[in-house]
């Protein structure tokens, strides 16, 4: 080959290899989402949506892609897709009060999202905490007292003939009335006529009358409004059981057949 024929061919050589170089660099025809046939763009994670790209390598057009990092080179502008956002939340809010007022209970604190996750963003984290407390309020120890109770037909406002001229008479206090719903009742309740009547679910009248006010102006045991307290009978060996704090009346009387805390 002449000196004129080799330098065509390292002409030729030169021209193909700025060719080769540009071609990838710049690949004449784009592959990738905007190839597809059929729907170009994916929500979620969909391994069905994918296409080949300009290095005939598979990509993927559905929104997982941006967390894999397989995303083909015209997702963002065939599907229009901003940059992920991150979700954001708050810092977390004070401790709520504990369920249970007296005992094992509950408490919860929450948080707030400032920005919601966009464009295939990472989700938000827990934005709602429980963990365990024990309540001991103040009313807690007058949980603990049980109520002692007989039948209304045992009266202790009666006068004593004992009592002697020169003893001073006890302060007569206005006497109230209790409304406690049963929660509990021993079987032992049942061998009793006046007890058998401590039935569950059975609202009760019990009346705290002056004589068995102990150093304060209420009886010992006469419950506490929606917390379950507990309850025995004296007469009735064995007759103990629960009961709840609906309501209460001042200056009253229970009806017949009800039950007086002593």
């Not at 206090?173 to 058998?196: G, T």
């Amino acid at each position: 080959m002449g000196t004129h024929g080799w330098s065509s061919a390292r002409f030729g050589f030169v021209i193909c290899g700025y060719l080769a170089f540009f071609c990838e660099l710049f690949p004449g025809t784009e592959a990738g989402c905007r190839e597809r046939v059929s729907l170009k763009c994916c929500s979620g994670r969909n391994n069905e949506c994918y296409e080949y790209s300009w290095r005939k390598t598979v990509c993927y057009c559905d929104t997982y892609c941006q967390k894999t990092g397989d995303c083909c080179e015209d997702y963002r502008r065939v599907c229009q897709i901003s940059v992920a956002i991150d979700c954001v939340v708050g810092s977390w809010g004070p401790w709520s009060s504990c369920t249970s007022k007296c005992g094992v209970g509950s408490t919860e604190r929450s948080r707030q999202v400032s920005v919601p996750p966009r464009n295939g963003g990472a989700p938000c984290p827990d934005l709602r905490q429980r963990r365990g407390c024990y309540g001991n309020a103040a009313v807690c120890s007058a949980a603990k007292e049980v109520a002692k109770i007989l039948p209304d037909s045992f009266k202790r406002n009666f006068k004593d003939p004992w009592r002697r001229p020169h003893m001073m008479i006890k302060e007569e206090k206005a006497s109230y009335c209790v409304y406690l719903r049963v929660k509990q009742a021993a079987s032992a309740c049942k061998l009793k006529q006046w007890s058998a009547q401590l039935v569950r679910e059975r609202r009760i009248c019990a009346e705290c009358q002056s004589d068995a006010m102990s150093k304060s102006d209420r009886c010992e045991g006469d419950g506490l409004q929606n917390i379950r307290t507990f309850w025995t009978a004296a007469s009735a060996p064995g007759c103990q059981g629960s009961w709840v704090r609906e309501s209460s009346s001042s200056h009253c009387r229970c009806p017949p057949y009800s039950v007086l805390f002593i």
